[in-house]
């Protein structure tokens, strides 16, 4: 069975590479979670024990702070589409994110 350790790099933009234990190395290239030529800020990463992930961050649509999301699928290995979960024209601050199990 191969095991994926799930890493986040946090830096202007939001990323996502694993390791895996048994090709003992990095599997590249990462995925880019945030839109890379924008800055993603204050970013979480919440883990279940099936290996589902949600990654939330605070971006910049021009003229708004936003908070935004995508979600991890460990079944499909597959993350979903980047979701804007602020109300349209306001500004949005401070994501947090939690998963259960």
Not at 8 to 29: N, Q, R, T, V
Not at 77 to 92: E, F, K, R
């Amino acid at each position: 069975m191969n095991k994926k350790i799930k890493i986040f790099l946090l830096a202007s933009w939001l990323f996502f590479p694993s390791f895996s234990c048994l090709s003992i190395g990095w599997e590249l290239p990462a995925t880019d979670l945030s839109d890379e030529t924008k800055n993603a800020y204050r970013s979480q990463v919440a883990m279940d024990s099936a290996g589902n992930a949600v990654a939330v961050w605070r971006g910049f649509d021009g003229s708004k702070y936003i908070v935004q999301t995508r979600r991890y699928d460990e079944a499909t290995d597959t993350w979903s589409a980047v979701t804007n979960l602020s109300a349209a024209g306001q500004n949005a601050d401070d994501p947090q994110v939690a998963m259960d199990g």
